[in-house]
């Protein structure tokens, strides 16, 4: 049997890189799934690409409340309930030194990144303890336990999911709520185009190349790697596994 056999999966970002890699490959395992995005084009497109009568979208913004509960609210209609929430929504933000960052630019960066999670977790949560239970992956980075130049804002965003995850996996594994995040290195997405951009200019090849030296395994994962990993936390098969960063970085934070 699939691994998410009928279950309910809410998958926010879901038009990015990351999540239409999870969605399809939760659709192929058997689950039911919302994709939320901004973009409603983007949308449309991704659950096109998945193809699939298992899969359906919701556009709305994740720091918004509203937006958050009515997204929940979409999914109980459309499928029953919620049982995953895969809270991936993420923006790179500028490469800018910290004294010279943007302040409504930062608070765009923690909004999404930090605020949308929240959010988030308040509106799907609820819904879970109907079912009995569920799992929560977030999507973190190793930019969420380490540092690098220019992306402070991203950083900050990133630890601080790390502290949302492990206060949530607390407070709700009495009620048979998982939660967890994945802590990807550099992947093959429209988000590194535009950090490498941000970097290096005109020479954004030459900051691939020297990120991807950077990474034991030599080269950027594929989003379909970091779905796998997803997959895995969704699922039962990591009953046990609560309060967890996973890195997912070919060895780079080793």
Known sequence: MERLQDKVVIITGGAGGIGKAAGKLFVAEGANVLLADLDESALQAAAADIGSNRVSYFAGDVTSAEDNAAMVACAEERYGGVDVLLANAG?????VPLIEYDE??????????????????????????????GSIVITSSVAGVGAAPGISPYSASKHAVVGLMRSAAKEYAAAN????????????????????????????????????????????AEPEEIAKVMLHLASDDSSWVTGSINMVDGGMTA
């Open 91 to 95: 923006i790179e933000g500028d490469v």
């Open 104 to 133: 409504a630019r930062f608070d765009q960066v923690m909004a999404v990144n930090v605020k949308g999670v929240f959010l988030g977790l308040k509106s799907a949560i609820p819904a879970m303890l109907k079912r009995g239970g």
């Open 177 to 220: 709520i998982r939660v967890n995040t994945v802590n990807p290195s550099p992947v093959e997405t429209r988000m590194m185009r535009s950090i490498e951009s941000g970097m290096g200019g005109e020479d954004a090849g030459e900051v691939k190349e020297r990120l991807a030296a950077n990474i034991p395994l030599q080269r950027y």
